[in-house]
Every structure is written in structure tokens, then in C-alpha cells.
């Protein structure tokens, strides 16, 4: 009798054998003393145990990757809800963890274990407003290719993987161009989800200070409308709020790479090729924690665990609010005539952040003689520091009523389908009235940059035109969820638009020509007849001297202006429709 009494008391205060299995499952962080983080094997094996343990765990998977592996989501959830169906029904805020995309910073992938444990042991309150979806390792590939000689100057764990993955991508630069099948796999993923709030576990190098973690927060004005003032003004403040309770001193990511930070930063710019400025664009509150390169393994795993907690907290408290604001949000973009696609900082004003530094200073370099930058960890300062918070839109783009995408350029069409863009297809051939974008102008980047050479300082020219569209041909009609990102990657002048990187390149090379002396005598009798090319001729040679001197350029001049210039060169291939489609589209 008195043993089902102690049965029944422990079952109301949430033991059972299973909760006494799963504290029993310890992970290589634990029983290395923190020294060690798991093999990518390990790892995966580790949570299918915790999922064979409990119902309150569910481990799936979610596409492929480079790697030949899988990508992994663990589903938790306090009730044991973890089918998506039941979360979407039962109205739950979505918080998503990402680890591993760097798999050098392993933080994340110890730290995400130790949480899902204790709140299946109640050792850590996971309330049913709440479900958390984690994926374990995000960059497969690069967590296989494991050193002890990787990050020199990173203070543990003993051995971890490389930050390329298995084409030496960066996986934290691919969200947009999506050139691994980690990225496709994972928009697709976050799309499915459509995540409430979304955490990418780093760990930064940089600048040595005292603290353990700062925060790189998706930029207020960038996110924009209710939910970035919402972000600026209560959500990142409340959090720094809980990590202090916790006892750590947040201070934003130092965007420093000088000798003294103390003389302030700007805000980090996290454009749309990252995790937390892609999550952005899908009105998704987003955030990179960075723990610090040079303090402890045990001691960044900690705070990554607080900090963790820390959004839990908050977005328990303001569920309601989170799912309001993110709606009214929702229906700004939506609604709105146009979109900001260009930004600087404006240094003219900046937010005060404690900073808790050690003095920098200059000693003779034992390898070149030459002075070298050292931090004196006995010489401690703290200091209210300027960080430029603030950005300002330099270039806003009106918003068509619909994109039109011809078919050939299927791998844009691809990825619009993989982030879930509504679209259709024409049903028959038809004549669109457009506004088009001819390249003006643009600098392609001398050297590679995760395997592109990107486009930029982009500028175009517009006009208007009927086109032919072939029955097939996609239009993407706006005033939908997805407009801000059609605008970021569909607009040239974008940072991380498709054309900057290079899904449109075969339009700036010239398909068609002439021979000089057979055309020579055509340019010669057509420019008798257009009086206007007369005069540009006229106009371009007076103002450039070396054009003047140039007839092989002077015949170019009159070929691009004719009727016979090749019309696909250097001739946008998304075009814009301002009213209403025919209805070959219906």
C-alpha cells in the first residue's frame, strides 16, 4: 500500500521509469567533463534513443544533403504533440534551432541535447503554448570531416568538423542562391514550419572581451513595420533582460575587427544569403547568438543553454502577442506599394551598450619583430559603448502586380517552388504589355565568392514593351505572404537578388552580330533614315573623345540602337506587369 502511494506521488510530480531512463542518458559533453563534443554518428544515435524514450520527442527527416545523409528535425513538445498537424491546429508559437551550420562552433549541438533532455526530466519548463523544432546538425558534411586542427585559437572542444560542407560551400552564405541540397532542404523545411522565432547557434572569433555571449540580432529597420520596432523595443531588450537574471552580460555581436572596440560598432548587416536574414523575409523573428572563440567550452555550452531558455521564456509570455504581431505584419507586406531592396547604416545616431573589455595594447612579435596586437586579460574596463542600430532605406522599388518568369529559367523557377511562392503557368501563348530592365551597368567580382562571381553596383533602365509569352511561362502574382522575398531575389538591384548571383548571366553575353565590312554599308543607309540616331550618335561622340576616334564603336552604337540589335542581350529576363494580366492566365 505505502509503495503505490510513493508510486502515485512521484507519477504526479512527473516521475516514471521513463523520465529515470532518459537522466540516465548522458552525452559525450557530459561524461567527457566538457571537453568533447559527439561525432556526427553519435549525435544521431543519441537523439534516437531520447525519441525511443519518451513521446514528448520525435525525431524526423527533412530532405537530403550533400553529404548523403539525411537532414534530421527533433519535434518537442511538453504535451507530446510532435505531429505538425496537431502543433498547427493547436495554435502553438514555433521556435526553431539551427546548429551545426558551422560545425567548428559545436555549441549549439551539446547545448540543444542538455535542453531537450531536462525538459523531458522537468529539470527545465517547456509550456504547451510552446514546441520547439531542433535540427541536430545542420552542415552534415563538414561536422564528417572532423580535425583537432581546425580553429587554432578556439579554446575547445578537442576535435570538431570543418565550416565548408561537402562542396566547401558555406552553408551560412547559401540560403538564397541555394547551391547545396542543405539549403533546399532546409527552405523548404522552414517554410513548412513557418517558424514564430528562429535561432542559429555560432560561436564568434574577433575581438577578445569578457563576455561570454553576445547577440546578433536580424536588424530592426531591415525586418521593418510592427514587428521590427516590436523587436527593437521590447523583444531583444527582454531577452537581454533574462540572460542577466541568468547572470550573463549580453552585448550585441561585436562587428569589430579593429584594435579597440570599445569605440563602438555598427550593427551587423545580415542581408538575405544568411540564416537570420532569410528567416526575415518570411516575417520570422530571428537571432545568431556568437559565445566567445576563447572562453571555455563548458562555459559557452552554458550560456548557449541560458540563452536558449531565455527565448523559451519570452515567447511563452508573449505567444499571443508574437502570433498578433507577426499577422499584422504579414498583412503590411502584403499591402504595401513597394519594398526597400538598398540600405546603409546611418552613423549619425547609435544605441549605448555595456561592453566589458580588456585593454588592448602593442608588444614586438617573436616571429617578425614587428609590433603585434595582444589583450591584457589583467587590465579589465567596462564602458557604455555606440552601436549604430540604425539603417536607412537608400532604394525602394514599386511593387508590380505580377512578375512574369519565362519557363526556360527553370532553376529560378525551382527555388520559387521550393519557398513555397504561390505561381502559375500560362495556359496559352499570349501578348503581355511589360515593364522591362535592360543592365545598364553592373561590376562582376574579380574574384570567387562561394563559387560565384557576384553582380553588383547594378544599374538598369526601364521601359515598356509587348512581349510574347510561350503557354508554360510562370506568373507570380504579389500581394502574397512571399512578397518580400520575390522582390529581394527578383529585382536586380537586390544585394542577394538572382542576378547577383549569376542565375541570369547568359543575358550579358551577345548571341548574335555582324561582320563590320558587309554591315557597314546597311549602318550606313539606315542611319540615313532615323533622325533620332542621328542625333544620339552625334551626342555620344562629342561627349566621349575615345568613342569618337572609334568606328568599330561607332558601328556598334548604330547596330544596338536598330532593328537588328539582338533583343534578349542584356535585356532583364523577369519582367514586370503594372495592371491587370490577359486572361491566358485564368
Known amino acids: 500500500m505505502r509503495f503505490a502511494i510513493l508510486l502515485l506521488w512521484l507519477a504526479w510530480n512527473g516521475w516514471h521509469p521513463a523520465t529515470a531512463q532518459v537522466s540516465s542518458l548522458k552525452t559525450v559533453f557530459e561524461s567527457s567533463n566538457g571537453t568533447q563534443t559527439p561525432t556526427y554518428p553519435r549525435i544521431i544515435d543519441w537523439w534516437k534513443k531520447l525519441d525511443a524514450m519518451t513521446g514528448q520527442v520525435r525525431m524526423e527527416t527533412r530532405g537530403e544533403s550533400d553529404a548523403g545523409f539525411p537532414l534530421h528535425l527533433v519535434v518537442v513538445s511538453a504535451d507530446g504533440k ?6 498547427k491546429r493547436s495554435g502553438k508559437r514555433i521556435i526553431l534551432i539551427n546548429n551545426g551550420i558551422h560545425p567548428g562552433e559545436p555549441d549549439g549541438i551539446d547545448a540543444s541535447m ?19 523544432a531542433i535540427i541536430p546538425v545542420y552542415n552534415i558534411g563538414g561536422a564528417i570531416n572532423r580535425s583537432e586542427n581546425y580553429r587554432p585559437d578556439q579554446n575547445g ?20 542562391k ?18 514564430d522565432v528562429f535561432i542559429d547557434n555560432h560561436v564568434s572569433n574577433g575581438a577578445d572581451y569578457q563576455h561570454v555571449m553576445t547577440l546578433l540580432t536580424t536588424q530592426y529597420d531591415k525586418l521593418g513595420g510592427t514587428m521590427g520596432a516590436y523587436l527593437r523595443e521590447k523583444f531583444e531588450p527582454a531577452i537581454y533582460t533574462h540572460m542577466k537574471e541568468k547572470g550573463y552580460d549580453l552585448v550585441p555581436y561585436v562587428n569589430s575587427w579593429g584594435d579597440k572596440p570599445e569605440g563602438g560598432w555598427s550593427m551587423y548587416w545580415d542581408g538575405p544569403r544568411y540564416s537570420s536574414g532569410y ?7 530571428s537571432f545568431v547568438p556568437e559565445t566567445h572563440m576563447l572562453k571555455s567550452y563548458p562555459e559557452r555550452v552554458k550560456a548557449t543553454l541560458a540563452l536558449m531558455q531565455s527565448f523559451i521564456a519570452f515567447t511563452t509570455q508573449h505567444a499571443e502577442e508574437i502570433r498578433r504581431i507577426r499577422e499584422q505584419q504579414r498583412e503590411e507586406v502584403r499591402s504595401s506599394p513597394g519594398m526597400p531592396v538598398g540600405w546603409s547604416v546611418d552613423k549619425s545616431r547609435a544605441d549605448s551598450f555595456l561592453f566589458k573589455g580588456y585593454q588592448a595594447g602593442y608588444k614586438s612579435s617573436e616571429i617578425s619583430g614587428v609590433d603585434r596586437l595582444y589583450y591584457d586579460r589583467e587590465k579589465t574596463f567596462e564602458k557604455m559603448v555606440p552601436v549604430q542600430t540604425y539603417y536607412r532605406a537608400e532604394r525602394v522599388i514599386t511593387k508590380p502586380a505580377y512578375y512574369v518568369l519565362p519557363q526556360g529559367w527553370h532553376r529560378v523557377a525551382e527555388r520559387l517552388e521550393a519557398n513555397r511562392v504561390q505561381m502559375r503557368r500560362l495556359v496559352q501563348d499570349t501578348t503581355i504589355e511589360c515593364e522591362v530592365y535592360r543592365i545598364a551597368s553592373y561590376k562582376s567580382s574579380a574574384r570567387p565568392y562561394e563559387g560565384h562571381h557576384a553582380n553588383t553596383e547594378v544599374k538598369v533602365e526601364t521601359g515598356m514593351q509587348r512581349l510574347n509569352f510561350r503557354k508554360g ?74 568613342f569618337a576616334k ?31 494580366p490577359p486572361s491566358a492566365d485564368r
Open 82 to 87: 510532435t505531429d505538425w498537424s496537431s502543433i
Open 550 to 580: 572609334s568606328g568599330r564603336a561607332q558601328l556598334d552604337f548604330i547596330y544596338q540602337n536598330s532593328p537588328w540589335a539582338e533583343p534578349g542581350f542584356m535585356r532583364y529576363p523577369v519582367f514586370r506587369i503594372v495592371g491587370r
Open 279 to 285: 528567416a526575415a523575409l518570411w516575417q520570422c523573428f
Open 473 to 546: 511561362d510562370w506568373l507570380i502574382p504579389t500581394g502574397q505572404v512571399a512578397d518580400r522575398f520575390l522582390m529581394e531575389v527578383l529585382e536586380p538591384q537586390a544585394e542577394d537578388s538572382y542576378f547577383t548571383w549569376n542565375f541570369f548571366d547568359p543575358i550579358l553575353g551577345q548571341k548574335e552580330g555582324y561582320s563590320a565590312y558587309a554591315f557597314e554599308d546597311m549602318a550606313a543607309a539606315y542611319l540615313k533614315t532615323d533622325t533620332v540616331l542621328q542625333r544620339k550618335l552625334a551626342g555620344r561622340k562629342a561627349a566621349d573623345p575615345e
Open 157 to 176: 572542444p578537442a576535435s570538431f568538423g570543418s565550416r565548408g560542407n561537402s562542396q566547401n560551400l558555406d552553408l551560412n552564405r547559401d540560403f538564397i
Open 114 to 132: 542538455l535542453l531537450a533532455r531536462d525538459i523531458v526530466t522537468r529539470k527545465i519548463d517547456l509550456p504547451n503554448n510552446v514546441v520547439l
Open 178 to 195: 541555394c547551391d547545396s541540397k542543405e539549403a533546399l532542404s532546409f527552405i523548404r523545411l522552414f517554410r513548412d514550419l513557418d517558424p
